[in-house]
């Protein structure tokens, strides 16, 4: 079993900035990828960034040059830095983490989200 932990979230002004923690914890072999994806009220969840052969990486456009993804590999955690936030970054962002086995294959986990608010 593998735990996923999210935190750092909160409610900031707009142009504000939070960073946000990822910690995968337990029966965990080999990660295959660690994601941010966020969900905001009546839309559907999205990716924002992951990690990928080359590193980290900003997926979702609308967040580039704002957001920042960086990751502790030997502690398996990730972060997100989130800087000049706007209203409509408000969501919960969740942590996803890959896992593979020998015997099940790739396993997804999630965390139970962090609250990002933005707001004057």
């Known amino acids: 079993q593998v735990q996923v932990v999210e935190s750092g979230g909160g409610l900031v002004q707009p142009g504000g900035s939070l960073r946000l923690t990822c910690a995968a914890t337990?029966?965990?072999?080999?990660?295959?990828?660690m994601r941010w994806y966020r969900q905001a009220p009546g839309n559907q969840r999205e990716l924002v960034a992951g990690?990928?052969?080359?590193?980290?990486?900003i997926h979702l456009d609308s967040v580039k040059g704002r957001f920042t993804m960086s990751r502790d590999r030997d502690r398996n955690m990730i972060y997100l830095q989130m800087d000049s936030l706007k209203p409509e970054d408000t969501a919960v962002y969740y942590c996803?983490?890959?896992?593979?086995?020998?015997?099940?294959?790739?396993?997804?986990?999630w965390g139970q989200g962090t609250q990002v608010t933005v707001a004057s």
């Open positions: 990690t990928t052969g080359g590193g980290p990486k």
């Open positions: 337990g029966d965990i072999m080999v990660i295959n990828y």
């Open positions: 996803n983490v890959n896992s593979y086995y020998r015997t099940t294959g790739s396993v997804d986990y």
